[in-house]
Structure formats: C-alpha cells, structure tokens
C-alpha cells in the first residue's frame, strides 16, 4: 500500500520570499513521484517528476523537488515566490506499472502576499 | 493536440437525482482514470479503463457509481442516486500504454454540488 502525507494545508509567504512544501510518503515498493498543481479555476497539471536519475528535478518555473530515498521525503521548493505561484500543490506517488494509479497527498495550498 | 476534456464543468443537483459526467480522454490514449476530491481532502482514485475494459474498479465508493467507456473512446460516470456526501470534484486523465509515456494527463475536472 501507498500513503502520501503533506504536512501543510495551507502555506502563506510573502512574494519574493523562499518556501518549501513538505511531502513524504511511504510504500512498499518503488514507487515515481510527481507534483501537481492547481492554479485557481483549472485542472491538474504535472509541475515536475521523479522517475529515476538525479535526485533533484525541476521545473521550467522556478520549483524544484528532491527525491530523499531515506527519509522518504520529496519536498518541493523555491527560492523566490511570484504572486502567480499562487495555487494549491498535491504530491503523489505512482507504482512502476503502466496500469499503476495515482495516490495523493491533501493538497497545499499556497498563498503568497505582495 | 486537445487535452482531456470533461462535461459538464459545473453541476448542481438534489439529492436524489441523477447525473452523468463525461471524460473526452486524449486521442489514442488507451488508459483512462477517474479520480474526485471531496470536501478539500485528497484526491482519489475511483478507477480505471484499458481501451473499454475497467482494469482497476477498487476506488469506486458503492453501486451507486456507475462508469463506462463506450467503444474505448469517451467515458461516461454516473451517479445514481446522488447523495450529500458525493459534492466534490471529479477529474478525468488518460494515458498512453506504448513506448513507456504512462504519464497522466488530466482534464480540468467536474465539480458536482447535491443539495
């Protein structure tokens, strides 16, 4: 079985300002792992992944996750906020299975404050 | 290329009733799931076809849940009768089967309100 825990339900930062998302998850197998956003009024979309590699990935925004295998933590950061990061950001974890789906964390919703 | 697209994006209804959402997945995406989020908690998984077979049906809530996907194309989630506690939004994404690119790709989702 597969649990995703984000330990934020709400971060509020002030624009410009660094803020790291915490997730950590727990499986018995090897798992990928993804963060999704929702910006206000849309649907989910992929902002970055882990398949395998380098530890750290990023995203063409400014994010960027590290995959930490020992303490089953991927948190997702970045240095410098801008108010259209504004969004709520799910962590998920995917089995290696094409037919594997999907499980979530609570969600995170960031606000950011001029 | 038209991502995933879902009808309606917004429906209100009473306890009771019927309703039918849709999930147009991405051309030639063999894969489709239906996920949904109630009440601000995570999201979760309710099932999912390969082409018009349910491969994974272990997330669907009860019998009052009914999903199909006619010819392999489009997927229909029924909810007959609707209650309270089936408010939430419910996503749709699709996925390919060949060449490794199982990433899945969601549409903007249905949000469902029973009164």
């Known amino acids: 079985a597969q649990s995703v825990t984000q330990l934020d339900s709400q971060v509020p930062v002030f624009e410009e300002a660094p803020v790291e998302l915490r997730c950590n998850y727990s499986s018995s197998v090897s798992v990928y792992l993804f963060w999704y956003v929702q910006y206000p009024n849309q649907g989910l979309q992929l902002l970055l992944k882990?398949?395998?590699?380098?530890?750290l990935v990023e995203s063409i925004n400014g994010f960027e996750a590290e995959f930490n295998k020992s303490q089953t933590s991927f948190h997702l950061r970045k240095p410098s906020v801008h108010i259209s990061d504004t969004a709520e950001y799910f962590c998920a974890v995917r089995g290696y299975s094409s037919a594997s789906k999907i499980i979530f964390g609570s969600g995170t919703r960031l606000s950011i404050r001029p | 290329e038209a991502g995933v697209t879902q009808f309606p994006s917004h429906s209100v209804i009473e306890k009771g009733q019927t309703v039918t959402l849709r999930c147009d997945p991405i051309?030639?995406?063999?894969?489709l799931y239906w996920y949904r989020r109630v009440m601000g908690k995570e999201i979760k998984f309710l099932l999912h076809?390969?082409?018009?077979?349910?491969?994974?049906e272990s997330g669907m809530p009860n019998n009052r849940f009914l999903a199909e996907r006619t010819g392999g194309t489009y997927s229909t989630l029924k909810v007959q009768p609707a209650e309270l506690e089936d408010s939430g939004v419910y996503f749709c994404?699709?996925?390919?089967?060949?060449?490794?690119?199982?990433?899945?790709?969601f549409g903007p989702g249905t949000r469902l309100t029973v009164t």
């Open positions: 051309s030639g995406h063999d894969n």
């Open positions: 994404a699709s996925s390919q089967s060949l060449g490794g690119k199982y990433e899945q790709y």
């Open positions: 882990y398949l395998s590699g380098s530890t």
């Open positions: 076809f390969v082409k018009e077979s349910k491969q994974d």
